[in-house]
């Protein structure tokens, strides 16, 4: 009597196995798109090839000011404040932009309108799903640029 031997099967099951595995990957991947990741809110490609001009505005920028994150919600309603503190003179002239987005998708992203009130950036109300939420600002006067990413929890 012949001994019977399971090997073969093995390694055709592990082709089969490995060939499943690759395609639920690929499923995954077409289901789940990469987003643009809008850390500095331009492209990776801009970052790449400027971070060392970056870094080098938000360095001058840190040098004139100081800023201090001040969120004022009840529950999931409220504002963000931003106070500014001159550290050589004042403030003038300073340009902003706001995005409030949620760290897993762009279809979220909100582009804040906000107001100066003395040293003060104070953005309109907004309302916010409960959830991870990350608030990034871009500050500049007329020669430098300085990005700040504030990250939270909206809860009720």
């Given at each position: 009597?012949?001994?019977?031997?399971?090997?073969?099967?093995?390694?055709?099951?592990s082709i089969v196995a490995i060939i499943?595995?690759?395609?639920?990957t690929i499923i995954v991947a077409i289901n789940n798109p990469v987003e643009m990741d809008s850390a500095?809110?331009?492209?990776h490609q801009s970052v790449d090839e400027n971070i060392t001009?970056?870094?080098?505005?938000e360095a001058r920028f840190d040098e004139k000011f100081g800023l201090k994150f001040e969120p004022e919600f009840k529950g999931l309603q409220g504002k963000?404040?931003?106070l500014l503190t001159p550290k050589n003179g004042e403030?003038?002239?300073?340009s902003y932009e706001i995005l409030l987005t949620r760290p897993q998708t762009n279809k979220d992203n909100k582009t804040l309108n906000a107001?100066?009130?003395e040293n003060e950036l104070v953005s309109d109300s907004v309302s916010l799903k409960e959830g991870r939420w990350q608030l990034l600002l871009r500050l500049s006067d007329k020669q430098d640029t300085r990005y700040y990413k504030f990250d939270f929890n909206a809860t009720k």
């Amino acid at each position: 009597m012949a001994k019977k031997s399971f090997w073969p099967y093995g390694i055709v099951l592990s082709i089969v196995a490995i060939i499943l595995a690759c395609a639920a990957t690929i499923i995954v991947a077409i289901n789940n798109p990469v987003e643009m990741d809008s850390a500095y809110m331009q492209s990776h490609q801009s970052v790449d090839e400027n971070i060392t001009f970056i870094k080098e505005s938000e360095a001058r920028f840190d040098e004139k000011f100081g800023l201090k994150f001040e969120p004022e919600f009840k529950g999931l309603q409220g504002k963000f404040k931003f106070l500014l503190t001159p550290k050589n003179g004042e403030i003038s002239s300073l340009s902003y932009e706001i995005l409030l987005t949620r760290p897993q998708t762009n279809k979220d992203n909100k582009t804040l309108n906000a107001s100066w009130q003395e040293n003060e950036l104070v953005s309109d109300s907004v309302s916010l799903k409960e959830g991870r939420w990350q608030l990034l600002l871009r500050l500049s006067d007329k020669q430098d640029t300085r990005y700040y990413k504030f990250d939270f929890n909206a809860t009720k």
